[in-house]
């Protein structure tokens, strides 16, 4: 069973590929960090075609990234404040739905969702979520996963919580079916 996780985002983007054997073991087959083709303002709606570019490259290169049983694509959500309530920023919700839309239409498989990030992380804090996913995982060290292009280490947790909604979605929608 093959599983894509996104975590979406316009000026870099994480996406992790799972495959869950018979016997229930979770291995990361590839992962990837993108980055816009236009380097901007991160504000800018340029910026935002400028990462849907990129994805659409990627796509046309490298098509087994989009192709899978299942897909989690993370629906963002803003947290800025707004006239000193916190809440949603039309402007930035914009700018993630297209992305996130963007990817939406982009993956081939019979079975895609979006998950809210207060959904598939429990409302964990980001390091003690990614320890967990991690514990989930046969191969649990990002640094031996297969990367395609240079990533640097600090850019793992973007691909750590692709796999980690991957890991979601099967837990969620697939794990009853198998």
Known sequence: MRIIGIDPGYVKLGIGIIEVENDGKIFVTDSVILYPTWKGDAKSLDKIEAMIDAVEKLKYREPYLFAGD??????????ARVRGFKGANANVLIRMGKVSG????????????????????????????????????????????????????????????????????????????K
């Open 70 to 79: 299942l897909a989690i694509i993370e629906g963002q959500e803003s947290y």
């Open 102 to 177: 963007g990817f939406f239409t982009l993956i081939d498989c019979p079975d895609k969702h979006f998950v809210l990030p207060k959904t598939w992380t429990k409302r964990r804090c980001k390091e003690d979520n990614h320890c967990i996913i991690l514990d989930k995982l046969e191969n649990d060290d990002p640094s031996e996963w297969p990367w395609l292009g240079k990533t640097k280490r600090s850019d793992y947790e973007h691909a750590i919580d692709a796999i980690g909604m991957a890991i979601w979605g099967y837990e969620t929608y697939l794990k009853e079916v």
